[in-house]
């Protein structure tokens, strides 16, 4: 069983950084797509960043040169790290793996970007 567990969410400064960390545990292929996502308050979740197996990224036009996503194949684990960070922002970002026609999340950790 796939099981993804995200860390690194808190209470940030505007044009603060984190870094988001999901370690998945069970087994994925090398061309599982993993992948971040957010959902602020009263919004549908949204793809903020994705990377391939063979290391191509996709980034959401609004994070775009501020958030970079990296994956370590031999430990399991996708990172974000976010940059410059805003206000809007502010969201709970969750981890996803899509393999084999399988989607998996994690509980999602909370990011507020805040004076």
């Known amino acids: 069983q796939v099981q993804l567990v995200e860390s690194g969410g808190g209470l940030v400064q505007p044009g603060g950084s984190l870094r988001l960390s999901c370690v998945v545990s069970?087994?994925?292929?090398?061309?599982?797509?993993m992948g971040w996502y957010r959902q602020a308050p009263g919004k549908q979740r949204d793809v903020v960043a994705q990377i391939i197996g063979g290391g191509t990224t996709i980034y959401a036009d609004s994070v775009k040169g501020r958030f970079t996503i990296s994956r370590d194949n031999a430990k399991n684990m996708v990172d974000l790290q976010i940059n410059s960070l805003k206000p809007e922002d502010t969201a709970v970002y969750y981890c996803n793996v899509h393999d084999r026609g399988y989607a998996y999340w994690g509980k999602g950790t909370l990011v507020t970007v805040s004076s």
């Open positions: 069970g087994s994925i292929s090398s061309i599982a797509i």
